[in-house]
């Protein structure tokens, strides 16, 4: 059976993630830093272009109503 995630992406189709269940706290730990540090950094140079963009799809949302 095919299951289906949605991904905030909005891809449908695409490569999986496997995460290994057999981390230590540890090394999750790690990864969740470096995944946030990752997201600030994205943040940091992208913040205005990323708002601009949110703020045309709500307004493109606010008019389809």
Do not use: C
């Amino acid at each position: 059976m095919t299951e289906k995630t949605h991904h905030s992406s909005g891809l449908k189709r695409g490569l999986p993630i496997l995460i290994s269940a057999e981390w230590t706290p540890e090394q999750a730990w790690a990864v969740f830093e470096l995944l946030d540090d990752l997201r600030d950094a994205i943040w940091n140079h992208y913040a205005p272009d990323i708002q601009h963009m949110v703020q045309n799809q709500q307004a493109s949302d606010d008019n389809q109503d």
